[in-house]
């Protein structure tokens, strides 16, 4: 059990940059990201960026905005839908492009909602238990987690195969969620007859980026110390900020080493994903300064890089009718691409 189980993680996904660069051929894409407003620097190098180049080299590729999934942890109704517009503004101004992908609000197509019920019906309880975001999640709230949060992973399995999505941008946090929407395709195939594809993750290049207080965590949204998230609509003063009070290390010298040193090597990482350039260019730009200074450099380059889309996600957010007609005009062509899937799974199932 366990050789085979070690097998299929090796299985389990493609690089990002190898499935470009190999011309691989991608049938459909899905990926999402919870409403939390603007996104931070994390999310920008992990997931939007990537989508960006997605959308230009796929053909079929869907990015929802899973407002269903935040209702995990609470959220005030308004809150939620200012949220679900500022995340929505801020990845246009990253780049994404509706004319290039679907781009909706995953409760405007209720599918997603059906499906899961049928999936979570395929599903064993122990297996959602032993998920670490589970564990993580309730014990934050105080060991009260709420069922939403225990089966949300099948809402994700869901949001995949009603699609038949052939691959999945996902960080690395999230590979054990696509192993489970990969179990219960198969598990549904053995049911009713071969109807969902096993969708791949693609996995990015960037380095997980880590909190600027602490960096043995990844950067968080929720992280309560303010200085240790950038978010990309942060102003230049506060950039510099959090960089200058980054946690590194008493030796002055800028080196790599996730391991003794992680937090010079956070803003090494950092550095090279903003720029473009390898960690051994990075490294060699730096040579001769100490840590303080190159906390400025990394700074400057965030701030370069972000400058024009803070300015664009101002504009956007100016058009609250704009945005709200993007994601409704995205969910119309995403149901119509559900509709005949979901009525043969629910010939399969037997609702009809």
């Known amino acids: 059990m366990s050789k085979n189980k070690n097998k299929k993680k090796t299985n389990t996904g493609v690089n990002f940059a190898n499935a470009l660069s190999q011309n691989m051929v991608v049938d459909r894409i899905f990926s999402g990201i919870q409403p939390t407003g603007t996104p931070h620097l994390g999310n920008y190098l992990g997931a939007i960026q990537n989508w960006v180049n997605l959308q230009e080299k796929c053909s079929s590729v869907l990015y929802s905005i899973m407002d269903m999934h935040s209702l995990t942890m609470p959220k005030e109704p308004a809150v939620l839908r200012q949220n679900t517009l500022d995340t929505t503004a801020a990845i246009l101004a990253c780049g994404i492009d509706p004319k290039k992908c679907f781009l909706f609000r995953q409760s405007l197509v209720p599918e997603h909602a ?19 975001q589970w564990k993580m999640k309730r014990a934050s709230l105080n060991s009260e987690g709420t069922v939403g949060l225990l089966t949300y992973p099948v809402l994700q399995a869901a949001d995949i195969l009603l699609y038949k999505s052939t691959h999945v941008p996902v960080g690395e946090d999230q590979v054990l969620h696509l192993e489970l929407a990969q179990d219960i395709a198969q598990h549904f ?151 005949p899937i979901y009525q043969e799974i629910r010939r399969l199932v037997g609702f009809q």
């Open 114 to 132: 059906e499906l899961a019920w049928i999936l979570g019906c395929l599903t064993n309880v122990p297996r959602l238990l032993r998920l670490p």
């Open 189 to 339: 195939n053995k049911k009713y007859g071969e109807f969902f594809p096993v969708p791949k993750a693609i996995l990015s290049t960037t380095k997980k980026i880590k909190s600027l207080r602490d960096p043995s965590v990844k950067m968080s949204k929720s992280d309560p110390q303010k200085l240790a998230t950038v978010n990309i609509a942060d102003s230049p003063d506060e950039i510099v900020l959090k960089f200058r009070k980054a946690v590194t290390d008493f030796t002055s010298e800028v080196t790599y080493d996730p391991a003794a040193r992680p937090g010079v090597s956070n803003l090494v990482s950092i550095h090279a994903a903003v720029t473009g350039l390898s960690i051994k260019e990075v490294l060699h730009q730096a040579t001769g300064l100490d840590t303080a200074h190159y906390k400025m450099v990394v700074a400057e380059s965030v701030i370069q890089k972000f400058a024009p889309i803070r300015n664009e996600i101002k504009k956007l957010q100016e058009d609250k009718s704009h945005l709200i007609k993007i994601l409704e005009d995205g969910a119309e062509k995403a149901k119509e691409l559900a509709a």
